[in-house]
């Protein structure tokens, strides 16, 4: 239970109310002076719905306005914000079981961005990546493309400790000059080998 100061201002009056309905912007409110229609002010950023314990502020001049919504049945919610809002802070942190971002565009940006977890699920129509250098370290990586075309205008270079290619139809290297060095053995085998 809280306990307040009365509630009789110079300025207006503060009095507990229930919302009854909401219709547009306006809300219905049972008060003690009756049905009343208010606004909902700025501050109040949980949204108001039917059946919301809410404190309305009534005005000299007859306007009434939901400050704050008090109690709640259930444990749903839903904040409204202005259509351009800022939230600035040293530290900032969100923490939840579950969460979900629905917007028609998202932009990040900092020094450094962390990701971290035990599965990393993506999928997209397109993707396009820019950057000046990319660094890999993978225990194992595997894929499967219909189509994947590369090119490197400089130098590619790749080293592993084996190495295995296999085509199941054809297989056709193309240089100005090829230059193939084995230490040990260099194995060719096949019905027909053509030179020249």
């Not at 007859?62 to 530290?91: F, N, Q, S, Y």
């Not at 990040?108 to 599965?119: A, Q, Y």
């Not at 000059?177 to 053995?185: E, L």
Request: hydrophobic share 40%.
């Amino acid at each position: 239970m809280a306990y307040a100061l009365p509630v009789e201002e110079p300025g207006g009056t503060l009095d507990k109310g229930t919302v009854m309905g909401v219709q547009g912007t306006a809300l219905l409110v049972m008060t003690s002076q009756g049905v009343v229609r208010a606004g909902r002010a700025a501050g109040c950023l949980l949204a108001p719905r039917a059946g919301d314990g809410v404190l309305t502020a009534f005005l000299p001049n007859g306007e009434a306005w939901v400050t704050c919504v008090l109690t709640r049945t259930d444990g749903e919610a839903e904040i409204e914000l202005p259509d351009k809002t800022t939230l600035r802070g040293r530290e900032l942190s969100v923490e939840s079981e579950s969460t979900r971002i629905v917007s028609h565009s998202i932009s990040m940006k900092g020094t450094v961005l962390s990701l971290g977890g035990g599965l990393l699920l993506q999928g997209f129509a397109a993707v396009q990546t820019a950057a000046c250098r990319v660094g890999e370290r993978i225990s194992r990586k595997s894929g499967r493309y219909g189509e994947l075309s590369e090119q490197t205008d400089g130098l590619d270079e790749r080293r592993a400790g084996r190495m295995r290619i296999e085509s199941e139809s054809s297989y056709r290297l193309h240089a100005e000059n090829a230059d193939v060095r084995a230490q040990a053995m260099l194995d060719l085998d096949a019905e027909r080998i053509k030179v020249g």
